[in-house]
C-alpha cells in the first residue's frame, strides 16, 4: 500500500491511478465493446491542492488548480463512447456541462448529471448489456455516500470495473468512538455502506468484564483502524464479485493519515479478463 496526504500528493495519486487505469482500458478495448466511463462524484472538473514554492529562505504555500477525473478521462488518447459525469451540486454540475465546449470532439459522447450517484450507477447497471457493453465506474464520494446495494449491483453487472474510494478512515473508524459507541446517524450511514451491521464486530470487542453474577457484560471497545476496517470491507466485496478484488490498496490521507482507501474491483467472470485486470491495477497501485 501506498500512503499520501490528501489534498496535494494523495490527490495527485487518486488521479494519477484512475487515469493510468483509464488509458489502458480503452487501448486494450476501444474497438471491441461499447465503453462507458461513469463518474459518480465527478465535482466540478477542477480540484484546488496546496502547493509548496521553494524561496531562498523557506518555502510559501499556495494553491493551485489541477484537472479532476473528469476533464482527465476526456483526455485519453483513445476516448471512451460515452461518458456519465454525476454531481448533486448545482453549480458542479454547470461547471461540468461546460466541459462539451472544452472537448467539442466528444460533445455528443457527454452526459452530465444532476443527482445521487448510487441512481446513476444503478441506471446504468439495468441498461447495461453484458455481451456489447464495458464501463469503468469511479465513486469518490466525500463521506458515507456510496450503498452497499450500489456495489451488489456491480458486482451483478457483469463487464463493470470500479475504482472506489472507500471512507475507511473519516467515514467509518472516526465515527466509532473508544467505548465502542456511534451516533444514531453515523450508525444508520455505517449500516448503509456495510449493507448490514457486521462492522461492529469488525471495529470491536468485548472488554470480557464480569459482573457480580459473574456474566459478561455488553461492554465493547474500539479495535478498528482504516487498514483492518478496509480489509473487512474488501472481504465483504470479496463476498459478491465473481470477478477480481483486489488485496491491495491505495491509503490517502492529509499528512500521511489513512482517511481514504483506494479499492478495486472487476466484475467480469472471463479468466482473461480478470487476469489481466487483477495485473494491470495492481501494477498501477505498485508504482504510485
Known amino acids: 500500500m501506498a500512503q499520501k496526504s490528501f489534498g496535494t500528493g494523495g490527490t495527485i495519486t487518486k488521479l494519477n491511478t484512475i487515469a493510468d487505469y483509464l488509458q489502458f482500458y480503452t487501448t486494450a478495448l476501444g474497438g471491441k465493446f461499447r465503453l462507458t466511463y461513469i463518474d459518480g462524484f465527478a465535482g466540478s472538473g477542477e480540484i484546488p491542492i496546496k502547493s509548496e514554492l ?18 482527465n478521462s476526456l483526455s485519453l488518447d483513445r476516448p471512451f463512447d460515452s461518458y456519465v459525469f454525476a454531481d448533486t451540486k448545482k453549480s458542479n454540475v454547470t461547471s461540468l456541462s461546460l466541459l462539451s465546449k472544452e472537448f467539442p470532439h466528444l460533445a455528443d459522447r457527454i452526459r452530465v448529471v444532476r443527482g445521487d450517484a448510487n441512481g446513476v450507477v444503478l441506471d446504468y447497471c439495468t441498461a447495461h448489456n453484458p455481451k456489447t457493453d464495458r464501463a469503468v465506474i469511479f465513486l469518490d464520494p466525500f463521506g458515507n455516500h456510496v450503498n452497499w446495494s450500489t456495489v451488489e449491483a456491480v458486482a451483478r453487472c457483469k463487464g463493470i470495473d470500479l475504482w472506489y474510494l472507500f471512507p475507511s478512515g473519516l467515514g467509518v473508524v472516526r465515527q466509532i ?7 444514531k446517524d453515523a450508525e444508520e450511514s455505517l449500516n448503509r455502506i456495510f449493507g448490514d451491521n457486521s462492522w461492529i464486530e469488525a471495529s470491536t470487542v468485548h472488554t470480557g468484564q464480569l459482573n457480580l ?3 459478561e457484560s455488553e461492554d465493547r471497545r ?10 473487512h470491507f474488501i472481504s465483504k466485496m470479496r463476498n459478491v464479485f465473481e470477478g477480481v478484488v483486489l488485496d491491495e490498496w ?7 493519515g489513512h482517511w481514504y482507501s483506494l479499492v478495486f474491483a472487476c466484475s467480469n467472470d472471463s479468466e482473461k479478463a480478470k487476469s489481466l485486470a487483477r495485473r494491470v491495477a495492481k501494477d498501477i497501485m505498485k508504482k504510485k
Open 177 to 183: 468512538s473508544d467505548d465502542a459507541s456511534v451516533q
Open 250 to 256: 491505495l491509503a490517502l490521507g492529509a499528512k500521511n
Open 54 to 71: 521553494p524561496l531562498f529562505d523557506g518555502v510559501i504555500e499556495y494553491e493551485k488548480v489541477i484537472p479532476g477525473s473528469a476533464r
Open 222 to 231: 474500539k479495535t478498528a483502524t482504516a487498514d483492518s476496517i478496509t480489509r
Open 213 to 215: 453474577l459473574e456474566v
